[in-house]
């Protein structure tokens, strides 16, 4: 579909990531880091633009749990889903996992949408009314894919020009807040 903007990696082969503990412990080494905090401060601040306090926020790819702890540092009923053994094991250990969208006011995809075979099946248990904030790698042309950092074979099935995204999402009924 790249007149539309979405180009999908039908064919993951045996090339695939696997999601195990090496992935984690990769991502787990992000945390404390300058970026790290700084990536958690952006997200947190997106969220406080369009989600009161205490809202139910349900993190999708929530790795290492950084973005759900930070969020209730600031006073959001957070929790998170990931599918990797390592993070489920530590997020239900803190009583910080869940899986159920429709429960929550707020779903976030945090560098996580563009790994989901069928992320519509998730965007569709999303309930109506709630909010979906997304972080993606964006393309200005899906014809250079293969040039980029964000190229991830094995990987990201999805890749999005801005359009593109935007237009893919309001298919499932969203539309753009900033």
């Known amino acids: 579909l790249r007149a539309r903007g ?7 082969g045996l090339d695939r990531v696997e999601y195990d503990a090496e992935y984690f412990d990769r991502y787990k080494a992000y945390e404390g880091t300058p970026i790290s905090d ?11 633009r369009h989600a009161e306090r205490g809202a139910a926020v349900l993190d999708i790819g929530a790795g290492a749990g ?4 930070a969020a209730l540092a600031i ?4 929790k ?13 250990g803190a009583d910080q996992f869940a899986k159920d969208p429709s429960l929550f006011d707020a779903v976030t995809f945090w560098d996580s949408i563009e790994h989901i075979e069928k992320p519509e099946s998730v965007l569709r248990e999303v309930r109506r009314g709630a909010l979906v904030l997304v972080a993606i790698p964006v393309f200005e042309d899906l ?4 040039e980029s ?3 991830r074979p094995g990987e990201h099935f999805y890749y999005w020009t801005e359009k593109g995204f935007i237009d893919w999402m309001a298919a499932y009924g969203f539309r753009l807040l900033e």
């Open 75 to 78: 006073g959001y009923a957070a």
């Open 38 to 48: 700084a990536l958690m401060a952006g997200r947190c601040a997106l969220l406080e």
């Open 80 to 92: 998170g889903f990931d599918v990797m053994p390592k993070a489920i094991e530590e997020l239900q």
């Open 6 to 12: 979405v180009a999908f990696q039908r064919d993951m």
């Open 149 to 151: 950092k964000h190229y």
């Open 143 to 146: 014809d250079r894919i293969r």
């Open 66 to 69: 950084s973005f759900v702890r």
